[in-house]
């Protein structure tokens, strides 16, 4: 029977494992936490793997996963593959691992026995073995001497600046490690060219150089592609007529931080060339243009916004066609990262260099298309490490049916080499018919990461297809000299997504709830509700498709659509490490959330949260939420009773003790509603649904009588509630009554049973197989001892009759005959499905009764109840709603006034030049300075108050001063629709200062604040001059106007550190604020930092910031280090109390780096001893005294 077969299939796997090398169970446990009491084999092969977890570092799940699409559409585990049939197919287990170079090395090896990589770990313990143990093979004195005739050192160093960086004689790297990475020896040698011509047949273990020197003896062999050419570039001078054939650039800039790598290339172009940007938001264009131009980038210029979707062939050949063809020879580049590949940026460089490397390159490339009219793509020789993958095709059957699509004939679809990458130039000509036919992106999937199998991998192969098709040439080229581009300085790199693992917040453990519930305490008190700010704690996620999870993002899916910014913090996801692929894996399993929804992991300090509201998910996300104190209210999503999942002891109370905490209940149904209600909280509920776009009905299954009937079963065993011996124990029952049936049994893999009865395994499917399953059985049978689940639903959506165990909870739910209720006894569910199957009648009402139990509910309509719960929770608990309306801009608004607000306390003699700066503001708007002083002594008010006119003063006591309330105070005494804030030690640097800045109004219709650019005092040290410029060169990169549905460019990652603190810097040095907007939102009562706050708060409602970079004002500090130390203990306290954020993890690393950095600028820059050493005290004093506090 086949659930034998599958077991004695699964104890062969297990014993493969466990016998194989590439299983590590020391590892395997503390890497993913997994008990002793638990098979560590038995593990990994049923749940790990899924989870993406690695059996030992020496084989890379996700990868393999990754690299081989055929595994990943099998199912099967990939180790498993890998020692049936991967390894001796010489598959990579890891990027790390060339098994074809070390079976070349070692060919007298066994694969019948022993994958590679098992005999390099067995030979070498690890896959280091090019640097020890056993030689590749013996090399003939001969056959170097003869091969030195072909090898060319300086193409080879000039290629390889590895080999160059170990200080390698370049003839031995190439004998011993490089003839088997595909590298080239010389331009006129291509490695993998010949090998597989020629070695390959003829070497036998030897190496490729012995075979040569044999072949060279016999004939004059063929070492490079006919369509290959070698490029000398050395002597040519470089051609300033001009080219006349008009070329365009374009590049796709997905990663838009990369564009310094391109900006050094694009000044090798012609002037009248065209260069074409395209991006995938709005703000990554805004970021490259603004880079462009810093940089001198003189050529015509247009950086367009296309959607994310085809990788970087749908922008080209779709995105910006209008462009390209309307030149004679386009290059199309990408910023291409390769995240699956450890050798990704290598790759870059190389195609980069050998595209726009140097002027004398384009030159050449340009002249190659004019002298030759046939010629029709160009494109830099295959970079090494791509070469063996170029030579497996996996996307023929894509490849064969598009050319169909044009018209093309099978033959058409041969080609020798194409360009891996897609980077290329191409006659435009040449691409019409391909252009011709892709005027959308229909054809294109949905970005999800891959790593091939798309119709954009596939077009890039087609391409030179087409190229040939269209009667060009296609040739390949490589310089005997690599000149290399030299990114530009200045430009930002991209934010990392990783986070390390929290250690407060682990699971199913009392440790958890060591500290008591905190109040809540939000700085605000108003709420946007078309725009809530909702964050969520849940339970971190595997591949599988939970029930539980997919409805939370389901939820979180459709709060998006409704307008909502939604920020997941998983608990316990060390497993992923990195966010941003957590991210993209909740994409790819679960549901396809957008950009606003940033995902983030748990931090041990949950003072990072932030939000409107927050909801926990489980009992066990609950306790970190109750510590959370920056959010208006705290929710409770509870699908399920959680105190029923645990005996009668520590963990149930541990659950139980969660209703207690004061959150506001959104319960999952009825049932649950009640038993809070009953418990005197506040609660709601929404409803569980099936998503009909998946789950319907099907073509009518044929009678039963000539067959035995088929039941679904829902059989995860490992969770109790499901009771799923009670089913198998009911169905051992029914077999021994003679009763024709199978069981389909879902919901977990390799299930080993103690029960005999007619069964066919099915494992975990996905939503459209376990749709397929239901519309292919008679019966389902479900069972929720608790809270009533999914299934049933899903069932019923599929028109299958469903048997439900009779409980308090199932029966609040199904109240008009939607299924059949059964005793919890086997002997009773037995008798409910054997009435049930033979009674057609009551099938086909049960079955049009669940039909429209499940119309009548859907997502939306649930993610409605819970957004509606939200908002009635907050108005209840005295928060108000605030609809932000666009504002007049200032060119618009009649009788336009502004104020200068000034609080003051001391300011010293200094404080002249401010006042004169002001004094002499040339503006077209009337505008007035208003001082506040705070009990000064040396004369600051007296100074202002002899200034007269426009100048006015008044005073409170020193004691009432504090940041937000006095600059509240200003703002609301003053008499402008627009009140520009300085501090005493701010001074405006022209006098175009204050009519730039209250311009930035004019940028967005939302604007509430404006800011501008700091400049160190002339007089003050060039450490800090550089430290400012540095800072807001940077923000004058970003976007004019900041919004949270605008955001920032993508190398921030949204949600991180750098992300939020870029988002709410805001500085009142220098910053302007809209009455109107302040009148909604002033100030909060804080000591310090309410500018920051202040903004945070402004963009969480939905007003937008505006940067003025020409809006200058000198502000810079002359600190001494006890100064330096006071004023960053206050910083540090600040962003730790209010935002959780620890400015310097690491103090020791943080101070090294700092001081390297700047004794490399004091030598650059000639600064005398004696300020460096100041610097280096203040650099110690800074970091010292942000740490004293940033761990509170």
């Known amino acids: 029977m086949i659930f034998l077969r599958r077991r004695k299939s699964f104890r062969r796997h297990v014993g493969m494992i466990r016998k194989s090398n590439l299983f590590n169970r020391t590892f395997y446990r503390k890497s993913y936490g997994i008990g002793r009491y638990i098979n560590a084999e038995k593990h990994f092969h049923t749940i790990g793997w899924k989870k993406g977890f690695r059996p030992s570092p020496f084989f890379d799940t996700q990868f393999y996963l990754k690299s081989y699409h055929d595994v990943q559409e099998i199912g099967i585990n990939p180790l498993i593959h890998y020692l049936l049939d991967g390894g001796p197919e010489l598959r990579r287990p890891t990027d790390d691992f060339d098994p074809k170079a070390f079976y070349a090395a070692h060919p007298t090896l066994d694969l019948s026995a022993k994958t590679p990589a098992e005999h390099c770990v067995a030979l070498y313990g690890s896959y280091r073995w090019r640097l020890r143990g056993e030689a590749p093979p013996a090399t003939s004195a001969a056959a170097e001497a003869t091969f030195k005739s072909v090898f060319d050192a300086d193409f080879y160093r000039s290629h390889h600046p590895d080999v160059v960086d170990a200080n390698i004689d370049p003839l031995q790297h190439f004998i011993h490690f490089g003839q088997f990475e595909s590298r080239d020896p010389s331009s006129a040698f291509e490695s993998f060219y010949y090998h597989r011509t020629f070695a390959a047949l003829e070497s036998r273990g030897r190496s490729l150089i012995d075979t040569y020197h044999e072949q060279v003896q016999r004939i004059v062999p063929q070492t490079a592609s006919a369509e290959s050419i070698a490029v000398d570039l050395r002597d040519r001078a470089t051609d300033t007529t001009g080219s006349a054939l008009r070329l365009c650039v374009h590049a796709h800039c997905f990663y838009p931080e990369l564009i310094k790598e391109l900006i050094p290339g694009f000044h090798n172009l012609l002037p009248d060339a065209l260069i074409v940007i395209t991006a995938v938001s709005a703000a990554d264009a805004q970021f490259i243009a603004r880079a462009m131009a810093r940089h001198a980038v003189t050529q015509t210029t247009e950086v367009r916004v296309v959607p994310n979707r085809g990788r970087d062939i749908g922008p080209f050949l779709v995105g910006c066609q209008d462009l390209w063809r309307a030149c004679d020879v386009v290059l199309h580049l990408h910023t291409k990262v390769s995240t699956h590949v450890s050798w990704g940026e290598e790759w870059r460089h190389y195609l980069f260099d050998q595209t726009l490397g140097s002027k004398a390159l384009v030159d050449w490339v340009l002249e190659s298309f004019a002298a030759d009219p046939t010629l029709g793509c160009l494109y830099p020789r295959n970079f090494h490490r791509i070469r063996e993958y170029v030579n497996v095709e996996q996307n023929s059957a894509t490849i064969d049916a598009f050319l169909a699509v044009l018209g093309l004939p099978a033959a058409a679809g041969v080609q020798p080499d194409y360009p891996a990458g897609s980077m290329a130039w191409y006659r435009s000509a040449g691409l019409a018919t391909l252009a011709d036919a892709l005027t959308t992106l229909d054809r294109f999937e949905a970005e999800a990461d891959q790593v091939d199998l798309t119709f954009a991998h596939a077009l890039e192969r087609i391409m030179p297809l087409v190229v040939r098709a269209s009667g060009y040439a296609v040739r390949n080229y490589i310089t005997e000299h690599r000149a290399r581009l030299i990114p530009v300085a200045g430009l930002p790199d991209r934010e990392s997504s990783t986070c390390p693992p929290a250690t407060l917040w682990s699971r199913d453990t009392p440790r958890i709830a060591r500290r008591p519930p905190r109040p809540v305490a939000p700085v605000s008190r108003l709420f946007n509700p078309n725009a809530l700010d909702v964050h969520w704690i849940v339970p971190s996620f595997a591949q599988g498709g939970a029930g539980g999870h997919m409805t939370i993002f389901r939820l979180v899916e459709w709060l998006e659509r409704f307008g909502h910014h939604q920020t997941l913090w998983f608990q316990n996801a060390a497993h992923f490490h990195d966010q941003a692929l957590a991210k993209r894996l909740l994409q790819t399993w679960y549901r396809p959330i957008g950009p606003r ?30 510590q959370v104190q920056n959010v208006k209210d705290r929710f409770y999503l509870i699908q399920d009773f959680e105190p029923s999942f645990h005996a009668v002891g520590d963990l149930n109370l541990i659950a139980e003790a969660t209703y207690g905490f004061g959150f506001a209940h959104l319960c999952a149904g009825t049932w649950l509603l009640d038993r809070m209600r009953a418990r005197g909280v506040w609660a709601r509920a929404w409803e569980l649904c099936a998503d009909h776009t998946v789950y319907s009905e099907g073509a009518p299954r044929p009678p039963v009588a000539a067959r035995p009937i088929r039941i679904a079963f829902y059989a995860r065993e490992h969770t109790p509630r499901r009771a799923v011996a009670l089913g198998f124990a009911a169905f051992e029952a029914l077999s021994e009554r003679g009763f024709p049936f199978e069981v389909a049994l879902f919901g977990q893999a390799d299930l080993v049973l103690q029960y005999a009865f007619p069964h066919v395994q099915h494992g975990i499917l996905t939503p459209k197989e376990l749709a397929a399953l239901y519309r292919s ?377 700092m001081e390297e950095r700047d004794r490399i600028f004091a030598q650059e820059q000639g600064i005398p001893d004696h300020v460096l050493r100041l610097r280096l005290d203040q650099n110690r004093a800074t970091v010292e005294g942000r740490s004293d506090r940033s761990r509170a």
């Not at 041990?604 to 109750?626: E, F, G, K, N």
């Open 777 to 1153: 059985c008679d019966l389902g049978v479900v069972f929720s001892t608790t809270n009533y689940s999914l299934i049933p639903l899903e069932m019923m959506a599929c028109g299958l009759p469903v048997i439900e165990i009779d409980t308090e909870s199932t029966r609040a739910i199904f109240k008009n005959d939607e299924v059949t209720f059964a005793g919890p006894m086997p002997y009773a569910i037995a008798d409910a499905i054997e009435r049930l199957a033979s009674d057609p009648d009551r099938q086909a009402l049960q079955r049009a009764r669940g039909l429209a139990f499940t119309q009548a509910t859907s997502w939306e309509r649930s993610a409605r109840a819970l957004e509606a719960a939200l908002l009635e929770r907050l108005g209840e608990t005295g928060f108000t709603p605030v609809t932000v309306k666009p504002f007049p801009a200032p060119a618009v608004l009649t009788g336009t006034r502004a104020t200068v607000f000034i609080p003051t306390y001391n300011a010293g003699p200094d404080f002249i030049r401010v006042l004169d700066a002001l004094a002499g503001q040339a503006c077209e708007f009337p505008h007035d300075v208003l001082v506040i002083d705070s009990g000064s002594t040396d004369g600051t008010a007296e100074r202002v108050r002899a200034r007269g006119g426009k100048f006015r003063v008044e005073t409170i006591d020193k004691a009432a001063f504090q940041h937000g309330r006095t600059r509240n105070l200003g703002i609301a005494r003053s008499e402008g629709d627009y009140v520009a804030l300085l501090t005493q030690d701010a001074c405006p640097k022209d006098a175009h200062w204050l009519s730039a800045l209250i311009g930035g109004f004019a940028r967005g219709p939302r604007v509430a604040g404006v800011i501008g650019r700091h400049e160190a005092y002339p007089d003050h040290d060039p450490f800090t001059r550089r430290d400012l410029q540095e800072m807001f060169d940077r923000l004058a990169l970003l976007p004019n106007v900041i919004d949270r549905d605008g955001g920032l460019p993508s190398f921030l990652y949204p949600g991180g550190q750098s992300w939020g603190m870029t988002m709410q810097f805001y500085s009142d040095n220098n910053s302007a604020m809209s009455r109107e907007a302040w009148k909604i939102l002033p100030y909060p009562d804080i000591e310090w930092g309410e500018d920051q706050v202040w903004a945070a708060e402004a963009l969480r409602l939905g007003f937008q910031k505006a940067y003025v970079d020409d809006a200058v004002v000198y502000h810079s500090h002359a600190f001494d280090v006890a100064q330096q130390r006071a004023v960053s203990t206050i910083e540090g306290r600040f962003w730790a109390e209010r935002f959780g954020i620890d400015l310097h993890p690491d103090p020791e690393a943080a101070i090294r780096s």
């Open 597 to 626: 929804v940033h995902v983030r992991f748990l931090s041990d300090d949950v003072r990072q949260i932030s939000a409107d509201v927050l909801i926990a998910t489980d009992c066990w996300s609950a306790y970190p939420a109750a």
